[in-house]
């Protein structure tokens, strides 16, 4: 292709790397925090039923307002606040980052952390602060305010728990940034399934905190469905940025079925709670491995004697996939994540590290 082409393409963009996602073809699964379970063959009847009727020849509501309706419920979201819909918690960190892309912005995080929001703020040509976490991966209170001090960031994302060390930051501290900051600050709580921990009450406390959603780690990752909850005034100006039609009809339809039978997602999720904790103990049996308390559905490990990638590749040839932090340096080097699955999977996992190391 010609270079005359390629140079409309902004210089910063050129200078990214695509998003990977491994092929997990004909493996066991744990490398992308997936709920491990399909869900009860009588419900995936009435699903089938349920979408057999959907009117495909349409366009959705694109308000989605049964489905709001039904969230709402279903997450305690408080009435006097508003929702918006993406296609998945990705869509929702770019319409956000979008906003306030104004020129000598910044978007603020802290790292190690979910790769999108550095992503996402380079493609809307946000600046980026990525804020070093302390070495067992909590928050250093007095460097994150000198941070949001400096850079006075018109946005801050916090994932609660956090992605990849599994844990929940000190909530005192999360308030106080809250409280200093110039600007929004997001509480993305997508594994609060596994964590029972959340902010969401607290948006009535504090005018600049958006709680972010999704219902991909509580078994529906297939419909691509995140929500942001907030003040209103704020969430009007971010839904001009969504597009028309943003959740499918079929993403609807499901969700809608599904959510008001949530009792089989928290049955789920207590599985997975309880094999994270078989998981834990039985890793931490193990001689030369550092592994790290999760309030998630994944466990982070550093392996202590031996090259990570040998053991990753060890375990990869049993037929489990994990996932290779690869980093050369920082808190992360020598690093592992793997998702909890199912009891067997779990099984499958243990043994192959077990033997990796």
């Given at each position: 292709m010609s270079d005359e082409l390629l140079r409309w393409i902004r210089p910063e963009i050129k200078k990214l790397a695509a998003y990977h996602v491994a092929n997990a073809e004909g493996m066991i699964k744990l490398d992308a925090m997936e709920n491990p379970y399909a869900l009860p063959e009588a419900l995936q009847q009435s699903l089938v039923k349920r979408l057999?009727?959907?009117?495909?020849?349409?366009?959705?509501?694109?308000?989605a307002a049964a489905l709001i309706a039904v969230?709402?419920?279903?997450?305690?979201?408080?009435?006097?606040?508003?929702?918006?819909?993406?296609?998945?918690?990705?869509?929702?960190?770019?319409?956000?980052?979008?906003?306030?892309?104004?020129p000598g912005a910044c978007l603020m995080s802290f790292e190690p952390g979910f790769v999108m929001y550095r992503m996402i703020a380079e493609f809307v040509g946000l600046n980026y602060i990525g804020v070093p976490l302390t070495v067992d991966f909590t928050l250093d209170r007095a460097g994150v305010c000198q941070q949001i001090q400096q850079h006075q960031p018109a946005i801050i994302f916090i994932a609660y728990p956090n992605n990849p060390s599994a844990n929940l930051f000190d909530e005192s501290v999360i308030e106080e940034i809250i409280r200093l900051a110039p600007g929004f600050v997001v509480l993305d709580e997508a594994y609060y399934p596994f964590a029972q921990a959340s902010f969401m009450n607290r948006l009535i406390e504090f005018d600049n905190l958006l709680?972010?959603?999704?219902?991909?780690?509580?078994?529906?990752?297939?419909?691509?469905?995140?929500?942001?909850?907030?003040?209103p005034a704020i969430i009007n100006e971010i839904n001009k940025i969504r597009l028309p039609y943003n959740i499918n009809v079929l993403t609807q339809t499901a969700a809608l079925l599904v959510l008001e039978n949530s009792q089989v997602l928290d049955q789920q999720a207590e599985k997975i709670r309880k094999q994270r904790a078989r998981v834990y103990m039985a890793m931490q049996a193990m001689d030369g491995l550092d592994v790290f308390p999760s309030q998630a559905n994944f466990i982070l490990f550093r392996v202590c004697n031996k090259p990570a990638v040998k053991i990753f590749d060890s375990i990869k040839k049993a037929g489990v996939l994990i996932k290779h932090m690869q980093a050369e340096s920082g808190s992360l080097k020598n690093c592992l994540r793997v998702t909890i699955g199912s009891e067997d999977e779990n099984t499958a996992f243990l043994q192959a590290l077990k033997t990796a190391i």
């Open positions: 057999s009727q959907a009117s495909l020849n349409r366009y959705p509501d694109p308000s969230l709402r419920q279903q997450m305690g979201i408080p009435v006097d606040k508003a929702v918006m819909l993406g296609n998945g918690s990705d869509e929702l960190i770019q319409m956000l980052a979008m906003a306030v892309a104004n709680v972010m959603r999704t219902v991909s780690k509580m078994g529906l990752a297939g419909l691509r469905l995140g929500l942001l909850c907030g003040a």
